[in-house]
Nanobody
Framework: QVQLVESGGGLVQAGGSLRLSCAAS????????MGWFRQAPGKEREFVVA????????NYADSVKGRFTISRDNAKNTGYLQMNSLKPEDTAVYYC???????????????WGQGTQVTVSS
């Protein structure tokens, strides 16, 4: 069992930045792939970015490439999502999750955080 807790969400102006954190406990976090997904009201939950257990491989959705950066600190059992140049269309609840294998498919991820709201105003 892995417990995940996101933090760092909030309200920002378009063009601003925000950094989300994902704190893990109850498992061997360093052995898992970590990913971020988001869900806007009335929309399907969508893949944002994933990072391998060692941090050596990443994959970004086209919509965030060049603006968002994923990282992890396994010694702290924590993952991060740095979000720059935010747009109103980035508004969503952001979830972190972990998986045994590297994937962009939400069904592959086994444990999920509670989500944190990110709102970008125009």
């Amino acid at each position: 069992q892995v417990q995940l807790v996101e933090s760092g969400g909030g309200l920002v102006q378009a063009g601003g930045s925000l950094r989300l954190s994902c704190a893990a406990s109850g498992g061997t976090y360093s052995s898992y792939v970590m990913g971020w997904f988001r869900q806007a009201p009335g929309k399907e939950r969508e893949f944002v970015v994933a990072i391998s257990s060692s941090g050596g491989r990443t994959n970004y959705a086209d919509s965030v490439k060049g603006r968002f950066t994923i990282s992890r600190d396994n010694a702290k059992n924590t993952g991060y999502l740095q979000m720059n140049s935010l747009k109103p269309e980035d508004t969503a609840v952001y979830y972190c999750a972990v998986a045994r294998i590297f994937s962009t498919i939400k069904g592959v991820y086994e444990y999920w955080g509670q989500g944190t709201q990110v709102t970008v105003s125009s």
